[in-house]
């Protein structure tokens, strides 16, 4: 029984994580996020987050990937690599947001013009 149980929040536990509601930023900031991703994030891992310097950010790569975990690397990085912690620009919450984006498939940045 046990097996099940531990078998079950393996195979779950990223669609649970996508379930759980992260809040969204106000607009302004979201649309900030979005573009530091796109810009900042996409500088190593490829302007359409499919992969560069470092590995693909898109919903598939990171199937199996527990939002908590994603998170965290955003926040404080990966020691030994080029993935440098954000926690200076980034709140948690907003660290959280971003993952939870980038497991549903993360949005184009929407350009406005004046």
Known sequence: MKTAAVLSALLLGPVLA?????????ASRSRELVRMVRQDCGSC??????????????????AEFPLDSLA????????????????????????RWIAQRLLQGFPEETVTTP
């Open 18 to 26: 996508l379930a759980q509601s992260v809040p969204a930023p106000d």
């Open 45 to 62: 891992h490829g302007m359409r987050l499919t992969g560069g310097l470092g590995p693909a950010l898109t919903r598939e790569a990171l």
């Open 72 to 95: 965290a690397v955003i926040v404080h990085g990966r020691p030994g690599t080029p993935m440098p912690p954000w926690r200076a620009m980034l709140s948690e919450p907003e660290a």
